[in-house]
C-alpha cells in the first residue's frame, strides 16, 4: 500500500521560534495533500491543501501567514509553524492523495510541543 | 456544506462480542464516498472501510462490515468477534465523489471504543 511518512515525529520548541515538519508520499506522487491539526479527543480539522507547484488553499479561520505551506514536489510538501506559541502545540497529520484511485493516505502524524 | 455526526463519544465491547458504532452525515450530493478510519494510540490513521454511495451492498472488510442506508443518511460500523486491538477512536467521514475541487474529507467527532477482557 501506500505509504506516507512525517518528520519529525516529535518535536518540542521555544516560544517565538519557528518549525517545520516534512510529509512525503513514499512510493508514490501526489500532486495533492492535506494538513490537519488534531488536539487531544477530537477530531480531526483540516487546515489546509497543499497543491504541487501552486499555492496551498487554507480554511477559514487558519492564519496562512502563521502556517506556511510548500509543496515544491511531487513527494515532499512542508508546513512551517512560524512564531510558534504554546497555543500552537497540538498534533498535526498529513495526508497525501493517491492519483490512481483518489485515495487520502495519512502519514503518522507530527507532536508539537511549544513551550 | 456537509457534515458527519457521530452520536457515541465512547462504546464500550466485551472481548469476542459485537458493537455497533453510530454515523449520520448531511449532504446534497447523490455521488459520494463514506469512509470509517481507526487511530490507534500510536495516533496513525487507519482506514478500515470504504463505501461508495452508488452501491447498494454494504461494504465488508473481515469482521468490520457497515449498515449503509442512504435515504436515511446513516452509516454505521459494525465489529464483530471484538478483540482488543480494536480498542481506538474511529472515525467517520465523507467525501464528494472526487473531482478536482472535491477530495477533501469531512470528519465526524469521533467515538472511543473500548474493549473489555
Known amino acids: 500500500g501506500a505509504v506516507v511518512s512525517q518528520h519529525p515525529s516529535w518535536v518540542i520548541c521555544k516560544s517565538g521560534t519557528s518549525v517545520k515538519i516534512e510529509c512525503r508520499s513514499l512510493?508514490?506522487?501526489?500532486?495533492?495533500m492535506f494538513w490537519y491539526r488534531q488536539f487531544p479527543k477530537q477530531s480531526l480539522m483540516l487546515m489546509a491543501t497543499?497543491?504541487?507547484?501552486?499555492?496551498?488553499?487554507?480554511e477559514q479561520g487558519v492564519e496562512k501567514d502563521k502556517f506556511l505551506i510548500n509543496h515544491a514536489s511531487l513527494t515532499l510538501s512542508t508546513l512551517t509553524v512560524t512564531s510558534a506559541h504554546p497555543e500552537d502545540s497540538s498534533f498535526y497529520i498529513c495526508?497525501?492523495?493517491?492519483?490512481?484511485?483518489?485515495?487520502?493516505?495519512f502519514g503518522p502524524g507530527t507532536r508539537l510541543t511549544v513551550l | 456544506a456537509q457534515t458527519v455526526t457521530q452520536s457515541q463519544p465512547e462504546m464500550s465491547v466485551q472481548e469476542a462480542e459485537t458493537v455497533t458504532l453510530s454515523c449520520t452525515y448531511d449532504?446534497?450530493?447523490?455521488?459520494?464516498?463514506l469512509f470509517w478510519y481507526k487511530q490507534p494510540p500510536s495516533r496513525q490513521m487507519i482506514l478500515v472501510i470504504r463505501?461508495?454511495?452508488?452501491?447498494?451492498q454494504n461494504a465488508t472488510e473481515n469482521r468490520f462490515s457497515v449498515n449503509f442506508q442512504k435515504a436515511a443518511k446513516s452509516f454505521s460500523l459494525k465489529i464483530s468477534d471484538s478483540q482488543l486491538g480494536d480498542a481506538a477512536m474511529y472515525f467517520c467521514?465523507?467525501?464528494?465523489?472526487?473531482?478536482?475541487?472535491?477530495?477533501?474529507?469531512?470528519f465526524g467527532g469521533g467515538t472511543r471504543l473500548m474493549v473489555k477482557p
Open positions: 495526508s497525501a492523495l493517491s492519483g490512481r484511485d483518489r485515495e487520502q493516505f
Open positions: 463505501q461508495e454511495a452508488y452501491k447498494q
Open positions: 497543499s497543491n504541487e507547484g501552486s499555492k496551498a488553499t487554507y
Open positions: 512510493d508514490f506522487q501526489a500532486t495533492t
Open positions: 467521514a465523507y467525501r464528494i465523489f472526487p473531482n478536482n475541487a472535491g477530495n477533501m474529507l469531512t
Open positions: 449532504t446534497s450530493e447523490s455521488d459520494y464516498y
